[in-house]
């Protein structure tokens, strides 16, 4: 858990007071590294969740086209 609150106050110092990766080490009290640790594994869990995002709304587009497929052939066969 302590991990977590530690990301969360990571991410607030960099994105809401935009604060750099020494200044935030510091007042954190962690390393650099630590920081520039966190920083990357939250840049790369968007970078996943996009593209699972992305992956869900292609398969929905394919779904819906090849609906709109079946029910335009359908009409036209009629």
């Known amino acids: ?10 991410l607030k110092l960099r994105t809401v007071n935009g604060l750099s990766q020494n ?3 510091r007042t954190a009290h962690v390393s650099e ?10 840049r790369k ?7 699972r995002q992305r992956v869900q709304f292609d398969a929905a587009g394919a779904v819906a ?9 359908t009409q036209i066969k009629k």
């Open 23 to 25: 200044a935030i080490a």
């Open 1 to 10: 858990m302590a991990g977590r609150t530690r990301a969360r106050e990571t």
């Open 33 to 42: 590294n630590s920081v520039q640790d966190v920083l990357e594994t939250a």
């Open 65 to 73: 086209r090849q609906t709109a497929s079946t029910v335009f052939c």
């Open 45 to 51: 869990r968007v970078v996943a969740r996009q593209a």
